[in-house]
Protein backbone atom coordinates (compact mmCIF):
# COMPACT_ATOMS: atom_id res chain seq x y z
CA UNK A 1 0.00 0.00 0.00
CA UNK A 2 1.96 3.13 -1.49
CA UNK A 3 -0.49 5.66 -0.24
CA UNK A 4 -0.14 9.01 -2.66
CA UNK A 5 2.42 9.08 -4.89
CA UNK A 6 3.74 11.98 -6.87
CA UNK A 7 5.87 12.40 -9.57
CA UNK A 8 8.13 13.80 -10.42
CA UNK A 9 9.97 15.21 -6.61
CA UNK A 10 11.50 18.33 -8.30
CA UNK A 11 11.14 20.07 -11.86
CA UNK A 12 12.50 23.08 -13.32
CA UNK A 13 10.75 24.64 -16.29
CA UNK A 14 10.82 27.66 -18.23
CA UNK A 15 8.77 30.06 -18.62
CA UNK A 16 6.28 28.94 -21.41
CA UNK A 17 6.78 25.35 -20.91
CA UNK A 18 4.35 23.09 -20.42
CA UNK A 19 4.56 19.67 -18.05
CA UNK A 20 2.04 17.47 -16.39
CA UNK A 21 2.47 16.40 -12.36
CA UNK A 22 1.84 12.67 -11.92
CA UNK A 23 -0.77 12.03 -8.67
CA UNK A 24 -1.95 8.35 -8.43
CA UNK A 25 -3.53 6.78 -5.19
CA UNK A 26 -3.96 2.91 -4.16
CA UNK A 27 -6.46 3.50 -1.62
CA UNK A 28 -9.54 3.67 -3.55
CA UNK A 29 -10.28 7.43 -2.31
CA UNK A 30 -13.25 9.10 -4.23
CA UNK A 31 -12.15 12.56 -3.62
CA UNK A 32 -8.94 14.01 -4.69
CA UNK A 33 -6.99 17.31 -4.80
CA UNK A 34 -4.22 19.72 -5.78
CA UNK A 35 -2.71 22.26 -3.45
CA UNK A 36 0.33 24.49 -3.06
CA UNK A 37 2.22 25.63 -0.96
CA UNK A 38 3.89 29.16 -0.89
CA UNK A 39 5.49 30.14 2.38
CA UNK A 40 3.75 32.32 4.40
CA UNK A 41 0.35 31.44 2.81
CA UNK A 42 -0.25 27.74 4.27
CA UNK A 43 -1.91 25.82 1.37
CA UNK A 44 -4.32 26.84 -1.65
CA UNK A 45 -6.34 24.59 -3.11
CA UNK A 46 -6.10 24.71 -7.07
CA UNK A 47 -8.58 22.37 -8.22
CA UNK A 48 -10.27 18.94 -6.63
CA UNK A 49 -12.23 15.54 -7.66
CA UNK A 50 -15.38 13.84 -5.94
CA UNK A 51 -14.89 10.78 -8.35
CA UNK A 52 -13.95 9.78 -11.79
CA UNK A 53 -14.91 11.89 -14.67
CA UNK A 54 -15.67 15.02 -12.05
CA UNK A 55 -13.49 17.83 -11.11
CA UNK A 56 -14.41 21.49 -9.80
CA UNK A 57 -12.35 24.41 -9.23
CA UNK A 58 -10.42 25.26 -6.14
CA UNK A 59 -9.14 28.95 -4.79
CA UNK A 60 -6.31 29.43 -7.06
CA UNK A 61 -7.35 27.23 -10.52
CA UNK A 62 -6.15 29.83 -13.25
CA UNK A 63 -3.33 28.31 -14.88
CA UNK A 64 -3.87 24.48 -14.56
CA UNK A 65 -6.09 22.16 -15.85
CA UNK A 66 -7.26 18.79 -14.22
CA UNK A 67 -8.88 15.56 -15.35
CA UNK A 68 -10.09 12.14 -13.77
CA UNK A 69 -10.39 9.16 -15.92
CA UNK A 70 -10.14 7.04 -13.04
CA UNK A 71 -10.08 6.40 -10.01
CA UNK A 72 -6.55 6.09 -9.18
CA UNK A 73 -4.78 9.67 -10.83
CA UNK A 74 -5.33 13.12 -11.26
CA UNK A 75 -3.05 14.47 -13.52
CA UNK A 76 -2.21 18.33 -12.85
CA UNK A 77 -1.19 20.10 -16.36
CA UNK A 78 0.23 23.48 -16.77
CA UNK A 79 -0.44 24.72 -19.46
CA UNK A 80 2.27 27.82 -20.21
CA UNK A 81 4.91 27.76 -16.87
CA UNK A 82 4.90 31.49 -15.92
CA UNK A 83 7.47 31.98 -12.39
CA UNK A 84 4.26 32.86 -10.27
CA UNK A 85 4.05 29.08 -10.57
CA UNK A 86 7.07 28.34 -8.35
CA UNK A 87 5.63 26.04 -5.37
CA UNK A 88 5.28 22.84 -3.65
CA UNK A 89 2.69 20.80 -4.76
CA UNK A 90 0.71 18.63 -2.79
CA UNK A 91 -1.50 15.84 -4.14
CA UNK A 92 -3.89 15.05 -1.38
CA UNK A 93 -6.64 12.32 -1.33
CA UNK A 94 -10.27 11.33 0.69
CA UNK A 95 -12.12 8.22 1.50
CA UNK A 96 -15.05 10.66 1.52
CA UNK A 97 -16.56 11.95 -1.04
CA UNK A 98 -17.08 15.50 -0.04
CA UNK A 99 -13.44 16.01 1.22
CA UNK A 100 -14.37 18.28 4.18
CA UNK A 101 -15.26 15.83 7.15
CA UNK A 102 -12.49 12.81 6.91
CA UNK A 103 -8.36 13.44 7.08
CA UNK A 104 -6.42 14.42 3.87
CA UNK A 105 -3.53 11.68 2.55
CA UNK A 106 -0.82 13.69 1.36
CA UNK A 107 1.81 12.85 -1.50
CA UNK A 108 5.28 13.77 -0.71
CA UNK A 109 5.23 16.68 -2.65
CA UNK A 110 6.60 18.28 -6.23
CA UNK A 111 9.17 20.95 -5.84
CA UNK A 112 8.61 23.02 -9.14
CA UNK A 113 10.90 26.22 -10.27
CA UNK A 114 9.55 28.04 -13.06
CA UNK A 115 12.87 30.52 -14.75
CA UNK B 1 -16.52 32.42 3.94
CA UNK B 2 -14.63 30.58 5.57
CA UNK B 3 -11.19 30.86 7.16
CA UNK B 4 -8.51 30.33 9.91
CA UNK B 5 -5.59 32.85 11.32
CA UNK B 6 -2.58 31.00 13.16
CA UNK B 7 -1.33 33.49 15.00
CA UNK B 8 2.45 32.63 15.62
CA UNK B 9 4.74 32.13 12.75
CA UNK B 10 7.16 30.81 14.69
CA UNK B 11 6.79 28.61 18.56
CA UNK B 12 9.82 27.56 20.38
CA UNK B 13 9.59 25.53 23.71
CA UNK B 14 11.91 23.67 26.04
CA UNK B 15 12.25 19.84 25.65
CA UNK B 16 9.80 18.83 28.62
CA UNK B 17 7.28 21.85 28.85
CA UNK B 18 4.33 22.03 27.57
CA UNK B 19 3.45 23.70 24.41
CA UNK B 20 1.04 25.46 22.92
CA UNK B 21 -0.07 26.30 19.00
CA UNK B 22 -2.80 28.86 18.75
CA UNK B 23 -5.44 28.94 15.86
CA UNK B 24 -8.88 30.30 15.89
CA UNK B 25 -11.65 30.12 12.98
CA UNK B 26 -14.65 31.75 11.51
CA UNK B 27 -16.96 29.71 10.10
CA UNK B 28 -20.71 30.51 9.27
CA UNK B 29 -22.27 27.31 11.42
CA UNK B 30 -20.50 24.49 13.18
CA UNK B 31 -16.76 23.37 11.90
CA UNK B 32 -14.94 20.76 11.56
CA UNK B 33 -11.49 21.38 12.49
CA UNK B 34 -8.52 19.63 11.91
CA UNK B 35 -4.67 19.96 12.99
CA UNK B 36 -2.03 18.59 10.47
CA UNK B 37 1.82 18.53 10.92
CA UNK B 38 4.86 18.68 8.44
CA UNK B 39 8.32 17.66 8.61
CA UNK B 40 10.98 18.54 6.25
CA UNK B 41 10.60 17.79 3.02
CA UNK B 42 7.32 15.27 3.42
CA UNK B 43 3.51 16.24 3.01
CA UNK B 44 1.28 16.86 5.21
CA UNK B 45 0.23 14.01 8.14
CA UNK B 46 -2.94 14.39 9.82
CA UNK B 47 -2.86 14.74 13.75
CA UNK B 48 -6.59 15.08 14.76
CA UNK B 49 -10.05 16.44 13.99
CA UNK B 50 -13.16 17.79 15.62
CA UNK B 51 -16.15 17.17 14.13
CA UNK B 52 -19.00 16.95 17.01
CA UNK B 53 -19.00 15.81 20.61
CA UNK B 54 -16.37 16.45 23.07
CA UNK B 55 -14.22 19.44 23.31
CA UNK B 56 -11.05 17.90 24.11
CA UNK B 57 -9.89 15.44 21.22
CA UNK B 58 -6.66 13.64 21.50
CA UNK B 59 -4.74 12.87 18.74
CA UNK B 60 -1.13 11.09 17.24
CA UNK B 61 1.98 11.55 19.46
CA UNK B 62 0.23 12.72 22.39
CA UNK B 63 -0.65 15.35 21.04
CA UNK B 64 -4.62 17.13 21.87
CA UNK B 65 -6.64 19.95 20.78
CA UNK B 66 -9.66 21.97 22.69
CA UNK B 67 -12.61 23.40 20.92
CA UNK B 68 -13.83 26.24 22.18
CA UNK B 69 -17.08 27.57 20.60
CA UNK B 70 -17.18 30.77 22.36
CA UNK B 71 -13.55 31.60 21.26
CA UNK B 72 -13.66 30.26 18.39
CA UNK B 73 -10.58 28.28 18.62
CA UNK B 74 -8.92 24.82 18.37
CA UNK B 75 -5.42 25.30 20.15
CA UNK B 76 -3.32 22.41 19.60
CA UNK B 77 -1.40 21.03 23.14
CA UNK B 78 0.80 18.39 24.58
CA UNK B 79 2.07 18.38 28.05
CA UNK B 80 5.22 17.40 27.36
CA UNK B 81 6.84 18.44 24.14
CA UNK B 82 9.64 16.46 22.66
CA UNK B 83 12.55 17.57 19.96
CA UNK B 84 11.26 15.16 17.78
CA UNK B 85 7.87 17.52 17.59
CA UNK B 86 9.80 19.93 15.78
CA UNK B 87 7.89 20.86 12.69
CA UNK B 88 5.36 23.06 10.58
CA UNK B 89 1.43 22.53 12.03
CA UNK B 90 -1.42 23.68 10.12
CA UNK B 91 -4.63 24.68 11.65
CA UNK B 92 -7.62 23.58 8.83
CA UNK B 93 -11.07 24.40 8.79
CA UNK B 94 -14.10 23.68 6.80
CA UNK B 95 -17.83 24.39 6.89
CA UNK B 96 -20.04 21.45 6.83
CA UNK B 97 -23.43 23.35 5.53
CA UNK B 98 -21.07 25.57 3.04
CA UNK B 99 -21.86 25.53 -0.58
CA UNK B 100 -22.06 21.93 -2.58
CA UNK B 101 -19.62 22.76 -4.93
CA UNK B 102 -16.38 25.01 -5.39
CA UNK B 103 -13.45 25.85 -3.52
CA UNK B 104 -15.81 27.42 -0.60
CA UNK B 105 -16.97 23.94 0.34
CA UNK B 106 -13.81 22.64 0.79
CA UNK B 107 -10.69 22.55 3.85
CA UNK B 108 -9.33 26.16 4.29
CA UNK B 109 -5.54 26.09 5.62
CA UNK B 110 -3.98 28.30 8.03
CA UNK B 111 -0.59 29.57 7.20
CA UNK B 112 1.10 27.45 9.37
CA UNK B 113 3.36 27.58 12.61
CA UNK B 114 6.55 26.32 12.66
CA UNK B 115 7.38 24.74 16.06
CA UNK B 116 10.57 24.39 17.33
CA UNK B 117 11.65 22.11 20.86
CA UNK B 118 14.83 22.97 22.25
CA UNK B 119 17.07 20.23 23.48
Known amino acids: NAGVTQTPKFQVLKTGQSMTLQCAQD?????MSWYRQDPGMGLRLIHY???????DQGEVPNGYNVSRSTTEDFPLRLLSAAPSQTSVYFC??????????????FGNGTRLTVT | AQSVAQPEDQVNVAEGNPLTVKCTYS??????LFWYVQYPNRGLQFLLK??????LVKGSYGFEAEFNKSQTSFHLKKPSALVSDSALYFC?????????????????FGSGTQLTVLP
Open chain 1, 92 to 105: ASSYTRTGRESPLH
Open chain 1, 27 to 31: MNHEY
Open chain 1, 49 to 55: SVGAGIT
Open chain 2, 27 to 32: VSGNPY
Open chain 2, 50 to 55: YITGDN
Open chain 2, 92 to 108: AVSDPRGPSSGSARQLT
